[in-house]
């Protein structure tokens, strides 16, 4: 882990009305928010000497990927079409590829069927707003190895990230744990020791936020942020009855949430 100074964090959202807020840019071009925010304080990031292929056509998106995946310390390269990954490919070693299915030249899957067919094992997360079964599974046997629904949090496609190249570098962490908590972040699975803890979507995306940030406070207009990628706005009431619900499922895990007034939550050990 290295020290970055000041930090850009990059906040992608799908288009909405209900998000037409300060301090969004909007571009009406995509289908796309992106919100540029200046960290004050020095932040910690990873220095990993990885490098990524993107492939994404749509402009806004690609430019907010390149941007989170860099300032978490990766190098990225970013292709625009299908034809383009495949000379990266050929021209370049990289240590993942994140590849959209709807590309201008070549279609994703053939992109990632041609890469299979030569031999190459490098991970591949696909990234997309196809979302029915069939299309996974067809990602899936074509050769993916995660696969990611747009609208996504860069949070998220970041942990994935990580859990990814951990996984193709035989490093079997993609747990994080707290007292008898196991949360993984590959399968989206919470567990109190053996038994696995029933949460909904929005519970594990609230919960994932707060282990990120374990042993510091977690801001309620953070988390709000963080689930804003989904089908509606998320009002910070709906946030405190996430917290609620989830406090209610952690009880007996040896964690509990703490509310600190005026400032956010903060996920402990005894609580
Ligand atoms: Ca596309």
């Not at 020095?42 to 056509?57: A, F, G």
């Not at 706005?233 to 989830?246: K, P, T």
Request: aromatic share 6%.
């Amino acid at each position: 882990m290295g020290l970055c100074n000041r930090g850009l964090q990059v906040h992608v959202a799908h288009y909405a009305t209900s998000y037409l807020r300060e301090p969004y840019d909007f571009h009406p071009d995509t289908h796309y928010l992106v919100r540029f925010v200046w960290l004050d304080r020095p932040t910690l990031c990873q220095t990993l000497d990885m490098k990524i292929l993107l492939v994404e056509d749509d402009p806004t998106l690609g430019e907010a990927v390149v941007l989170a995946t860099r300032q978490a310390g990766f190098t990225v390269d970013w292709s625009r079409d299908g034809v383009q990954a495949e000379n990266a490919l050929s021209g370049f070693s990289y240590d993942a590829m994140l590849l959209d299915l709807g590309l201008p030249r070549r279609e994703g899957l053939e992109v990632l069927r041609n890469l299979r067919r030569r031999g190459k094992t490098l991970p591949v997360m696909i990234l997309t707003a196809r979302d029915t079964v069939e299309d996974r599974v067809r990602g899936l046997d074509a050769g993916a190895d995660d696969y990611l629904l747009k609208p996504f949090s860069l949070d998220e496609l970041l942990a994935r990230l990580r859990a990814l190249l951990r996984r193709a570098h035989g490093v079997a962490d993609t747990q994080i744990c707290m007292g008898r908590l196991c949360f993984d972040s590959l399968k989206r699975q919470a567990r109190v020791e053996e038994s696995p803890l029933v949460l909904s979507a929005r519970e594990v995306e609230v919960l994932e936020i707060l282990l990120h940030h374990a042993g510091r406070v977690t801001a309620k207009e953070a988390i709000a942020d963080r689930l804003a990628g989904w089908d509606e706005g998320v009002g910070e009431n709906a946030v405190e009855v996430y917290i609620h619900r989830l406090r209610r499922k952690l009880e007996g895990s040896g964690v509990g949430i703490r509310t600190l007034r005026g400032l956010g939550y903060l996920l402990e050990v005894g609580g």
